[in-house]
C-alpha cells in the first residue's frame, strides 16, 4: 500500500536515525534496507534523503567517512554520533506519544470511564 | 546524450541550485554514486543501460527542488564573533603599546604598519583553502625542519634567544608553527596504527631535540603539550584504528620516560633547580635573578582596580622601569598604570575567544580540520596560560608571547597566520573530505576502465 507523502515527511528522520542505529550505511543502502524492512512501504526518494542526511550532519546527529569497497569504488558511509543517539531517543519518544494520542482519537478517543 | 552524460548533467543541475560553489564537489560525488548504484541496480535486473540510467533519475526526484534544499544547509560559516574577538585584540594590542610606551619605540604608526600587515596576513589564511595543507604534509614538515636547523647554524645568541638577526625574527617564535606541522604529521600517519604512532614520536623528537638546544624552555613545553594532546586526541578517537588503551600507552609511554629524564637532568643541574626556586620564590634573592619577579610583584600588589597603581614603599618616589615591559610584561604593565580592570578585560576576552575556538574545535567534522584547529587553539591557550602566569611575577616558564599584545614583530604575524587558518577551518571545514588511504583504484565509467596505481 502507497503512503501519503505528508505521512512520511514526519517520519523520515527518524527511520534514517533508526537504520543507522543498526550499522553504518551510505544512502543507496539506506533506500534500499528502509524499503526492504516496510515491505516496499516506505519508498522513500534519494533525492528527499540527501538533503536529510546532510542537514542531520550538519547538526551533528550523524558523521560521514569515505571508505574504499573491494571492487574500489570509494563510499560515504554515515554513523550515528553519540548526540543522534540522543536524539533518536528523543524523536522517539516523541514518536510513542504522538502516535499513541492519533490512535486514542481514531479508536472513538480518551475513556473516561477508566480514569 | 550518453546515459553517463545524463547523470552528469543532473548532477550539475543540482548544484546550480547551491550557491556555495566549494559545496559542489562533496554535492556531485555524492549525487552521481548513488545514480550509478542505482542504475546497476535496474541494470541487474534486466534493462538496458540508457532505460536504467532515466529510471535512476525519475527515483532520485526533481533536481531543481533537490539543489535547492541543499542550497539551504551548505552555506559557509563565517565565526563572525572570532572575527571580531581578533580584531579587538589587535586594537588592543595596538592602543597598549602606544599608552605603555615612553620610550617612543613604538609610537610611529602607532606600530600601525605592523598591525595592517598582521591583519592582511590573517585574512589570506582566512581566505584560503585549508585542505591543501592536507596535501603538503612531507614538505610542510621537512621546510620547517630545515628553517629550524638554519636557524642553529646561522642565529645569533642575543639576549638569551637566538635571532635571524638579518631579518630580527627570534628563532623561539618558530616554536608556534610547530604544533600545527605536528597536527599534519598526525594526520597523515592516521592510517598506520601503531607503526603511525611510533612514526608519530620519532617525527616528534627532531623538533623536541631542537627547541631543547635553544632557549626559551617555553617553546619546547609548548611544543610538546601540544603534540602529546594532538596524539591522544587521534588515539581516543580512533583514527589509528587501534586499540585505544594499548595506543595510549603508546603515546604516554615515551612521554613519562621523557619526562622523568627532564627531571633527572634538573636534580642534577644545581643552576636549574636554582632558577626554579627563584622563580617561585624570588625574595631569596631580590636583587639579582629574582629581581623581575619581585618588581612584577610588588607593583601588582600595589595596583588598583581602576587607574595607576601606587608606588611600593621600598622605591620611594620613582618606580622603576619594568625589563622587557612592552614584550614580556605587558599585561603586569597596563595592570599597575591601568587597574586591574584591564587585566580582567583582556582575560575576559581571551577567555571568551578560547572558549568559542575550542567549541567550533570539538564540532568539526573531518579529521584534518579537528587536528590543525586544536594545534592553533592549542598553540593560542598556551602561550596565554604561560604568559599570565609569568605577568603574575611567577617565572617557571618564560613568557612567549600575548597573542596580538605583547610587541613584536614574528609572533604577531605567526599568530595571525594561525588565527587566519583556524577561522577559515570553521568557516569552510564542513565540505572538507579526509583523504582516504588508497594506492590502487579501478572504476569502469562511461565505458571507460581506469586502473589509477597512486591517488
Redo the contacts between chains.
Keep these: 500500500m502507497s503512503i501519503d507523502k505528508s505521512l512520511m515527511a514526519g517520519s523520515t528522520t527518524i527511520l534514517i536515525l533508526k537504520l543507522l542505529e543498526e550499522k553504518d550505511m551510505?544512502?543507496?543502502q539506506m533506500i534500499?534496507t528502509l524499503a526492504q524492512k516496510s515491505d516496499d512501504t516506505f519508498n522513500l526518494?534519494?533525492?528527499?534523503l540527501?538533503?536529510i542526511l546532510?542537514?542531520l550532519?550538519?547538526n551533528?546527529f550523524v558523521?560521514?567517512?569515505?571508505?574504499?569497497e573491494s571492487?574500489?569504488?570509494?563510499?560515504?558511509y554515515y554513523h550515528l554520533t553519540s548526540k543522534g543517539k540522543k536524539h533518536l531517543k528523543e524523536k522517539h519518544q516523541e514518536w510513542i506519544t504522538f502516535s499513541s494520542a492519533v490512535n486514542k482519537i481514531l479508536n472513538g478517543g480518551v475513556s473516561y470511564a477508566t480514569i | 546524450m550518453q546515459p553517463f552524460d545524463e547523470i552528469k548533467q543532473y548532477s550539475k543541475t543540482v548544484c546550480d541550485q547551491i550557491r556555495w560553489k566549494k559545496a559542489h564537489n562533496i554535492?556531485t560525488?555524492?549525487?552521481e554514486?548513488?545514480?550509478c548504484?542505482?542504475r546497476d541496480?535496474y541494470i541487474s535486473q534486466g534493462e538496458d543501460e540508457k532505460t536504467a540510467t532515466q529510471k535512476a533519475i525519475l527515483?532520485?526526484?526533481?533536481?531543481v527542488?533537490?539543489g535547492r534544499?541543499?542550497d539551504?544547509?551548505?552555506r559557509p560559516k563565517p565565526q563572525w564573533a572570532m572575527i571580531a574577538f581578533t580584531a579587538m585584540l589587535m586594537l588592543t594590542g595596538m592602543i597598549s603599546n602606544y599608552f605603555i610606551d615612553s620610550t617612543g619605540y613604538s609610537l610611529p604608526g602607532l606600530g600601525l604598519v605592523s598591525y595592517i600587515i598582521a591583519f592582511s596576513v590573517f585574512l589570506i589564511c582566512y581566505l584560503i583553502n585549508f585542505s591543501f595543507l592536507g596535501k603538503y604534509v612531507k614538505e610542510c614538515y621537512f621546510v620547517t625542519f630545515a628553517a629550524l636547523v638554519l636557524g642553529l647554524l646561522l642565529g645569533t645568541p642575543v639576549g638569551g634567544r637566538i635571532w635571524f638577526s638579518r631579518l630580527s625574527v627570534s628563532f623561539s617564535y618558530l616554536s608556534l608553527i610547530l604544533p600545527l606541522v605536528y597536527s599534519l604529521l598526525v594526520y597523515a600517519l592516521r592510517h598506520k596504527g601503531y607503526t603511525g604512532i611510533i612514526l608519530c614520536g620519532i617525527g616528534y623528537i627532531p623538533f623536541a631535540i631542537i627547541l631543547r638546544l635553544v632557549p626559551s624552555s617555553t617553546g619546547f613545553a609548548l611544543f610538546t603539550i601540544s603534540a602529546l594532546v594532538i596524539l591522544c586526541l587521534s588515539i581516543v578517537k580512533g583514527w589509528f584504528g587501534i586499540d585505544k588503551k594499548k595506543g595510549l600507552l603508546f603515546a604516554f609511554i615515551p612521554a613519562v620516560i621523557t619526562v622523568i629524564a627532564d627531571v633527572i637532568h634538573i636534580i642534577r643541574n644545581p643552576d636549574l633547580i636554582n632558577r626554579l626556586l627563584i622563580a617561585v620564590n624570588p625574595y631569596s634573592d631580590r636583587s639579582g635573578a629574582g629581581y623581575a619577579y619581585c618588581l612584577i610583584r610588588d607593583l601588582l600588589a600595589n595596583s588598583k582596580f581602576a587607574g595607576k597603581g601606587t608606588v611600593p614603599a621600598q622605591f620611594g618616589s620613582n618606580v622603576p622601569v619594568i625589563p622587557a615591559f612592552n614584550t614580556d610584561y605587558i599585561l603586569a604593565t597596563l595592570t599597575y598604570n591601568f587597574g586591574w580592570i584591564t587585566f580582567g578585560g583582556i582575560l575576559v576576552v581571551f577567555i571568551s575567544f578560547s572558549i568559542l575556538g575550542l567549541y567550533h574545535v570539538a564540532?568539526q567534522?573531518s579529521v584534518l580540520g579537528t587536528l590543525v584547529s586544536l594545534s592553533v587553539m592549542l598553540t593560542f591557550d598556551l602561550q596565554v596560560i604561560i604568559y599570565i602566569i609569568f605577568n603574575l611575577g611567577y617565572g617557571i616558564l618564560p613568557a612567549l608571547s600575548l597573542p596580538f599584545i605583547s610587541y613584536g614583530k614574528t609572533d604577531l604575524i605567526i599568530n595571525s597566520a594561525l588565527i587566519g587558518f583556524m577561522l577559515s577551518i570553521f568557516r569552510t571545514g564542513?565540505i572538507f573530505?579526509?583523504s582516504?588511504?588508497?594506492s590502487?583504484?579501478?572504476?569502469y565509467e562511461d565505458g571507460k576502465l581506469t586502473i589509477a596505481l597512486k591517488r
Excluded: C
Design positions: 551510505y544512502g543507496y534500499e526518494k534519494a533525492g528527499t540527501y538533503p546532510h542537514n550532519r550538519d551533528g558523521e560521514s567517512y569515505e571508505k574504499e571492487n574500489g569504488k570509494v563510499r560515504k | 554535492v560525488e555524492e549525487i554514486n548513488h545514480l548504484d542505482q541496480a527515483q532520485m526526484g526533481d533536481a527542488s533537490i534544499e541543499l539551504k544547509i551548505h564540532k567534522k564542513s573530505k579526509d582516504i588511504k588508497s590502487f583504484h579501478i572504476s
